[in-house]
């Protein structure tokens, strides 16, 4: 518990916003790009002791907590596997995912799903593709989906919350009405609504539809902490030093602001693959199935579930580990950067 | 603060009149236009033009968005196409919209039951293994899909251990009276119990599944909030004046620590429509979200107008009633 005779506690709140103000090459990189000479810089228990390391950023303090969390660690190690599985998947797999190879053993009456042998673990799906080789190229389109889904989302946020901080006043207001009232559509219901205006649904189609509503998010997000950093002494002290404009906004007020962003995208990945398993579900998923992709995947499982709950187990599966080595790895992101934390 | 609430339903009229023009702008932009998407197979040239014709599609496009606006006030948005194939979409609103609210409500009562307490007794015992299960636990039912979760309970306790009913709000020999359109209220109010009955034992597994993500939310923001108000100054006073444990917990820790938890709550009904299109699909519920579910996959663009607009308008005042109820419990929201 923080003592209140001992100013430590607060003075660490301040030296973690002036070092993060201070150092904005270093808060706009990735906690990962700040790695070493760090070590033990927030455990000194010393009553009496003078902290001698103001200097570090907010990023660098935040990661040598992060190396000893283990939530974090699970998170990544979770992520890191899934993004090793995505790129070297074609050489894994056993089979190609599109091959009909137990085509000629399935029965439609019978039996609808051929089960797993040598060779093929898990079995074969309706048309008599093998179901593991599917999970593993499927986790390159579900990566693909995810990242793409978040990036054209953070770019949009970006765009938006940048205007409306950087400038406030009247732009500010006309922006975020508009962001209100996206936010004010149920944030799926608006997926699906862009998912069903596309005549030719396709892979990009249900990026941009989850993209679109991580826009507003992104944005309010951007916004806040945009119009914090303009109430800034760093960003008082740039304008009173006759720092131009655009300079204050993209090098003082923008890297500054990037934290909750980073950290709001780590769980957006995961949403955005969730979202894409939910899209498939209601038949505006993309209908090309010859790569697969694990929210298609169990998309398709629906229409055979009570007889054979393993098609859809797998993908969901993968889906729920995926999600939450993404999610752990953004919250335990969050409670690292958060300057209240600190201590 | 009759000013508070003035301001907020001028910014509501607004966001309304934006929201409009979003789905009328929604669709035309639809795959076929407008008539397209109501005549769907049946599209000839001349059914096209007489149909443009009809729906006054030959005017400038302002004149056809106040016809729409009007049409839309007078709750005229044409028959359902395949949903309920016939009848007027405002009724197919109507009809469904209690069995909506039904599971809504169950779920959302299931969500704040268990993750205030839960969250409450996470933040007081911070890094125990209690605190480490439900954090991660909660994390899992955000990773979980909706519609799998509710296939998996549906599968385990309806199809395999025949705990529970399979689909539906209500045996079909049940056969209870309608009165209200909520069937647990309707069997209470003609005192027909068991249909009462029958209705919770269809509801359970629904709203749990719907719960989940609710539940988890408020948990998070719950043991977040209590964590927060933990740390304050005010807390402290109060266990230095000697206060009991109780007065503290009560008065001074869970009444701070629950505003943001209300405003979560009002949040959370974009949620639960969202969950309902999906756990009402897999349970065949036949309320809104069913019927949206299925507007979705067979393009019923007259029940997606519907639903969509008065969705959205449920949730926009429901989130106003909550701002308006936080402006009463914490006078400080008055002044912002």
Known sequence: MPNPLNPRSKKDRIDALAASAGDPATTGSSGGGTVGGTTAVATIDDAGHVEETAGVSLFASAWSRLRRNPVFLIGLGITGAFVLLAIFAPWIAPHDPAARLLLDEIRPQSNPIPAAREGFPLGADNIGRDIFSRLIVGSRQTLLVGVMATFFGLVGGLTLGTIAGAFGGWVDSVVMRVVDVMLSIPSLLLAFSIAAIAARPSQWTVIIAIAVVQVPIFARLLRGSMLAQRASDHVLAARALGVKESAIVFRHMLPNSLGPVIVQSTLVVATSIIDAAALSFLGLGNPDDRKPEWGQMLGASQQFIYDHPALAVWPALCIIVVALGFTLMGESLREALDPKSRR | ?336
């Not at chain 2, 009007?70 to 197919?92: I, L, N």
């Not at chain 2, 469904?96 to 299931?110: D, K, N, Q, W, Y």
């Not at chain 2, 996959?297 to 936080?326: E, G, H, K, P, S």
């Open chain 2, 1 to 336: 603060m009759l000013r508070f609430i003035i301001r907020r339903l001028i910014q509501m009229v607004g966001v309304v009149i934006v929201l409009s023009a979003l789905v009328f702008a929604w669709l035309k932009v639809l795959p076929g236009g407008t008539v397209g998407a109501l005549l769907g197979e049946r599209a000839t040239p001349e059914r096209r033009a007489a149909m443009e014709k009809a729906l006054g599609l030959d005017q400038p496009i302002y004149v056809q968005y106040w016809e729409f606006v009007k049409r839309a006030v007078r709750g005229e948005f044409g028959a359902s196409t395949s949903v309920q194939p016939g009848t007027d979409a405002m009724d197919v609103f109507l009809t469904r919209f209690p069995a909506t609210i039904e599971l809504a409500v169950c779920a959302l009562v299931i969500a704040v039951l268990l993750g205030v307490p839960l969250g409450y007794l996470a933040a007081r015992r911070r890094a125990s293994w209690f605190d480490n299960v439900s954090i991660v636990s909660s994390l899992v039912g955000i990773a979980v899909p909706v519609f799998f979760l509710a296939f998996m309970l549906q599968y385990v306790f309806a199809v395999k251990l025949h705990w529970l009913p399979v689909s539906g709000r209500q045996d079909p020999d049940v056969n209870g009276t309608r009165v209200t359109g909520f069937f647990i209220l309707d069997g209470l109010l003609t005192r027909e119990f068991d249909a009462s009955w029958n209705a919770i034992k269809h509801l359970i597994l629904p709203s749990i599944a719907l719960a989940t993500i609710p539940f988890a939310v408020v948990f998070r923001i719950t043991r977040a909030s209590v964590l927060e108000v933990l740390d304050e100054d005010y807390v402290r006073t109060a266990e230095s004046k000697g206060l009991t444990n109780r007065v503290i917990r009560g008065r001074h820790v869970l009444r701070n620590a629950l505003l943001p938890v209300v405003t979560t709550i009002g949040l959370q009904t974009g949620g639960l429509l969202v969950g309902a299109v999906l756990t009402e699909r897999v349970f065949s519920w036949g309320g809104l979200g069913d019927a949206l579910a299925l507007a979705f996959t067979r393009r019923d663009y007259a029940v997606l107008q519907v639903c969509i607009l008065m969705a959205t308008v449920t949730f926009v005042v429901v989130n106003l009633l909550v701002d308006i109820a936080y402006a009463v419990i914490d006078p400080r929201v008055r002044t912002r």
